[in-house]
């Protein structure tokens, strides 16, 4: 886990410092790079919150288990 949100902290450094470069310099293409990469790590960040919220070392209710519904033969009649 600490490997996920490292990374996403130095591509939050790296995302904070290009709209600086780009307005520094003018160039238009930097500035709407940075915005959508400012975007996707907002939303890299979210998901990874919601992905750690279910363990249960960290007060969550544990995995969410989903799989099929379990058969109930009682309903069925006999096969012959």
């Given at each position: 886990m600490?490997?996920?949100y490292g990374v996403l902290m130095w591509a939050a450094a790296a995302v904070i410092v290009l709209p600086p470069i780009?307005?520094?310099t003018g160039?238009?293409?930097v500035i709407d790079t940075a915005a959508i990469a400012i975007g996707?790590?907002?939303v890299a960040f979210i998901y990874q919150l919601f992905r750690v919220h279910r363990r249960e070392w960290l007060g969550g209710p544990?995995?969410?288990l989903i799989g099929p519904?379990?058969?109930n033969d009682e309903d069925r009649?006999?096969?012959?």
């Open positions: 600490a490997g996920r780009g307005y520094g160039r238009e293409n996707l790590v907002d544990g995995p969410l519904k379990p058969r009649p006999a096969s012959e």
